[in-house]
């Protein structure tokens, strides 16, 4: 298994191991240090355009390391606000940051309290030392 890494409590998680930061009326997302290190070095990300309409548990983008290529899931159904596109020329940052600038996407959810199907710090922790 991957070295867990760091799990800010003050986020949700998905399953997919994206992370959800409430930042109000927008959730910012990104991957998680778990994920990242899982991945090895990051070389390109692929992330959608602002207004592109996401459904949660589904593809909206690819990040692609020298070990492999993985979809990025939706932890929420909502509509892209913001995209990260320093990651297009520093990709290295998914793992140098991935709870900081290297952050992708920002979201307003469909839904108030989108966050509250996602897992908290403790539930993403047990997932993640019960080998998923």
Known sequence: ????????????????????????????????AYAANALGDVVFVE??????????GKPFGVVESVKSVSDLFAPVNGTVVAVNTALESAPEQVNEAPYAAGWMIRIRPDQPNATASLLSADDYRALLTAGA
């Open 1 to 32: 298994m991957s070295d867990i890494g760091e799990i800010p409590r003050s986020l949700r998680y998905s399953r997919e191991h994206e992370w959800a930061r409430d930042l109000g009326e927008e959730l910012e997302v990104g991957i998680t």
């Open 47 to 56: 992330l959608p355009k602002n207004g592109t309409p996401l459904v949660a």
